[in-house]
């Protein structure tokens, strides 16, 4: 789902796009299908919108500073899933953040 709301002058815009992704237990093909057209919907947005993606990307990072520099901050969770390639891919290419990698959480709050 998309979402395109007007600032207060009207003249920019906030984007907001509802994700949930695939599960690990999903053939690699769907998981695939999704990151193209998370893609599309990426690259639709007006360079001059701020875009927020949320929702559920069922991915688990970890906290690789090094090989994800400006990607990954250093409160990510250790273990990674089999999923995290795909996003933080994604991510690479747009110039995009993990927020929830950046913020120091409780370890029982930063994930779901």
Not at 2 to 10: A, K
Not at 62 to 87: A, P, Q, Y
Request: aromatic residues 8%.
């Amino acid at each position: 789902m998309t979402l395109r709301l007007p600032f207060c002058t009207g003249k920019k815009f906030l984007t907001i796009v509802s994700a949930y992704a695939p599960t690990m237990t999903n053939p690699d093909e769907i998981k695939e299908k999704f990151y193209v057209d998370i893609d599309a919907t990426i690259n639709s947005v007006s360079n001059t919108d701020k875009l927020f993606i949320l929702g559920d990307l069922n991915a688990r990072v970890g906290s690789d500073l090094t090989t994800w520099e400006g990607v990954v901050g250093k409160h990510g969770i250790g273990n990674c899933n089999t999923n995290r390639l795909m996003l933080l891919q994604t991510c690479a290419e747009h110039n995009f953040l993990i927020t929830n990698t950046i913020f120091s959480l409780l370890t029982r709050n930063r994930t779901s």
